[in-house]
């Protein structure tokens, strides 16, 4: 177990200033790991949840309103929560509209789709679902693949 819950440790989402935020919503903590089961449980096997951003200048969990702006982030970015309540997130192997399908499923409300990872944040409603990015509502439905000797 890790110091946010059992899959996600504080040193993958804390602020690249050095302004110390690093922490999550218990909301948003337990969507997490519900996403993450839902996966492992179709796949039969772990797939790690990692929590990144593909441009250095930017962090993948917390940011400061400093880091924010250095970034380019939106003026009122779910970044900047205190308590966080997104995350931007990529799993190897898995398509970015494959993996919104699954944050979807697991009940996040905000979802950016990327070329290289997604948003999935909790600033939506389940009846308003915030979504943009340029792949925003093309999801994709996980297709079971046989493994040899399955």
């Known amino acids: ?23 999550m919503s218990p909301e948003f903590l337990d969507l997490f790991e519900i996403m993450r089961k839902m996966i492992a449980d179709f796949y039969g096997y772990q797939r790690p949840i990692i929590c990144t951003s593909v441009d250095p200048k930017r962090n993948g969990g917390n940011r400061c309103p400093a880091r ?9 970015s779910e970044h900047m929560n205190m308590p966080g309540t997104c995350l931007d997130v990529f799993v190897a ?11 979807r499923a ?12 997604i948003h999935m944040g909790l600033k939506g409603s389940k ?24």
């Open 93 to 103: 192997g898995m398509s970015t509209r494959e993996l919104a399908w699954w944050a």
């Open 1 to 23: 177990m890790t110091d946010l819950s059992d899959h996600l440790d504080s040193s993958e989402i804390r602020c690249k200033d050095g302004c110390g935020r690093a922490s």
């Open 127 to 150: 009846k308003h679902m915030v979504q943009w990015g340029p792949l925003r509502g093309q999801y994709q439905k996980p297709i079971r693949r046989h493994r040899k000797g399955v």
């Open 106 to 117: 697991a009940g996040f409300t905000a979802i950016g789709i990327y070329t290289h990872n």
């Open 68 to 76: 924010n702006k250095f970034a380019g982030g939106a003026r009122r």
